[in-house]
């Protein structure tokens, strides 16, 4: 399983950006997909995570974010909204399957005050 993550980029406070993760590979297998973030000194934290149904999210994302999952392109969204600078991070894409969990290689969110 491999995923590629794109969409990141430098955002102004207040301002949305929406990243993709498309999945390739034993896709079949995957069960969960979602974000993950990692702010520098900070341990990496979920995001949102989806499997048949709603979302998951971290409690700080107060309604802000939206994950959504399109089977059909096997990619996953996260679309954010009011970015805060406390959103600066890395973001991850991560797919679960029974046995294993799979990393994408990051994209760098940043939000400017």
């Known amino acids: 399983v491999q995923l590629q993550a794109c969409g990141g980029g430098l955002v102004q406070a207040g301002g949305s950006l929406r990243l993709s993760c498309v999945v390739s590979g034993s896709i079949s297998s995957i069960n969960v997909m979602g974000w993950y973030r990692q702010a520098p000194g900070r341990q990496r934290e979920l995001v949102a995570n989806i499997g048949g149904g709603t979302g998951n999210y971290g409690n700080f994302v107060r309604g802000r974010f939206t994950i959504s999952r399109d089977n059909a392109k096997n990619t996953v969204y996260l679309q954010m909204n009011s970015l805060e600078p406390e959103d600066t991070a890395v973001y991850y894409c991560?797919?679960?399957?029974?046995?294993?969990?799979?990393w994408g290689q990051g994209t760098q969110v940043t939000v400017s005050s």
């Open positions: 991560n797919a679960i399957s029974i046995t294993l969990s799979y």
